[in-house]
């Protein structure tokens, strides 16, 4: 049993508090009273089968007497203290006690169990504060909610300006400004009741899944990445699909996988499945050639070889898309490349690089550095779309096809680093190799 030199400290304070005599105690395990007044004061060092008796006679548990019943309380101490420390600046430095932490642990078990309870609150909540930070700050959905309550504010506040400020509005303009006024507090309040549908759903969800993104991988990953219904010729609606699945435990998560049904049934009517699993036999993984073949977009192809079922001892095909702030929107990794969780890092050059360059493809070969390097092919292509219609607004999308390693560089091809044979901390920013054009 592990103990500290000051068991004989909690042995003193558990009698006292108990209104145990301290010859009584002696009495009852078989010690001189000046014996135990010893170990009471640290002079003598109790073994395991005295320190049992001791227990015993005061009906606690040995383990309650020795380090170990509060090593967790240590350690809650000097997160605290090392907190504090980091709060206050230099002049915290040095001011708790710590060679006495065990003193005051032993002495005062009550006070030092609220210190460390306080500072595992606190530990929490900073996590809490730093999940939703990150959240705020990569979160499609949220971002996208976020914008369209601003917006609608923005609209609510510039119309009411102008009713409040002109006096001469003919009735036409102000019936107008009016219905706007109407409109736009519906799309506040719509968005709103999304906005706060959505978080309680976060608070409620037991996935362990930190954002719609993730849920909706993790449902995908679990299918294989491919949805054979819809390669049907009449396949199920989108929400009979979802009905039920556990791993979408956010309306922004099921949101999120009904627009990736939808655009997976159109890129399987656009390009059907043996077809073109018969041009990939004949033409191999070029997605430019593919493209050309059946009169379909680069993105398309992209989509579709990601996705499609893989033969036995066949190689997954990774991808990964951004929308226009960089931030992304789908993941669909492969053994050996790394993928950032948001973004940023030296693997997504090419598909940022895409996306510095709407329309312009890009194709680069990328060394992963490790244990065993590995080289992966990688095709990107930035693409606008508007899933509003014709009158909707241009969003841009980037995305970037992740191949197994070509057997061959081509002539006069480097490749690019990442995480990084040219910068481990992804300070390449500003050496990156010229990007090679495919012939697409």
């Given amino acids: ?244 699945v556990a791993e979408l435990a956010s309306s922004a998560a099921r949101k999120l996988a009904i627009a990736h049904i939808e655009r997976a049934q159109a890129d399987a009517r656009a390009l059907p499945l043996e077809a073109f699993r018969d041009a990939v036999a004949e033409l191999g993984m070029d997605p430019a050639l593919l493209a050309t073949r059946f009169g379909a977009p680069l993105g398309a192809v992209f989509r579709r070889l990601a996705t499609l079922p893989l033969a036995e001892g066949a190689q997954p095909v990774g991808l990964v898309i951004c929308d226009g702030s960089g931030a992304l929107t789908f993941r669909r990794g492969v053994p050996g490349f790394a993928l950032p969780r948001f973004g940023a890092a030296c693997p997504l050059w090419p598909l940022y690089e895409a996306l510095a360059r709407p329309m312009q493809p890009v194709r680069k070969v990328v060394d992963m550095a490790g244990r065993l390097p590995e080289r992966f092919l990688t095709y990107a292509i930035c693409q606008p779309s508007q899933p509003g219609g014709f009158d909707g607004p241009v969003l841009m999308e980037a995305m970037m096809l992740i191949l197994p390693p070509p057997p061959e560089r081509a002539p006069g091809e480097r490749a690019i680093g990442s995480s990084c044979r040219i910068c481990p901390r992804g300070e390449c920013a500003g050496r990156r190799e010229p990007s090679i054009l495919s012939e697409a």
């Fill in 1 to 244: 049993m592990a103990r500290s030199a000051l068991t004989g400290t909690r042995i003193r304070e558990r009698r006292t508090a108990l209104r145990i005599k301290q010859a009584d105690l002696a009495r009852s395990v078989g010690i001189s009273p000046a014996y135990l007044n010893l170990i009471e004061h640290n002079r003598r060092r109790v073994g395991d089968e005295l320190l049992g008796q001791i227990a015993g006679a005061m009906s606690v548990d040995p383990v309650a007497l020795s380090e170990g019943a509060e090593g967790a309380l240590f350690d809650g101490l000097r997160e605290a203290v090392a907190g504090a420390e980091a709060e206050g600046g230099a002049h915290m430095a040095g001011m708790p006690e710590l060679e006495r932490i065990e003193e005051f642990v032993g002495r005062f078990p009550g006070w030092a169990a609220i210190l460390a309870g306080r500072q595992a609150r606190v530990n929490a909540l900073e996590r809490v504060v730093e999940s939703y930070s990150e959240r705020m700050a990569q979160d499609p959905f949220l971002l996208a909610s976020l914008h369209e309550v601003l917006s609608a504010v923005t609209s609510l506040r510039s119309t009411a300006a102008i009713l409040v400020e002109t006096d001469d509005i003919e009735p036409i303009w102000r019936a107008r400004f009016l219905r706007t006024i109407q409109e736009e507090s519906l799309r506040l309040s719509e968005t709103a009741e999304a906005l706060v549908g959505y978080l309680d759903d976060l608070e409620e969800a037991e996935t362990g899944l930190s954002s719609p993104l993730e849920q909706v991988e993790a449902w995908l990953s679990a299918r294989n990445w491919h949805l054979e219904e819809l390669e049907e010729a009449t396949p199920p609606p989108p929400e009979a699909l979802i009905a039920g």
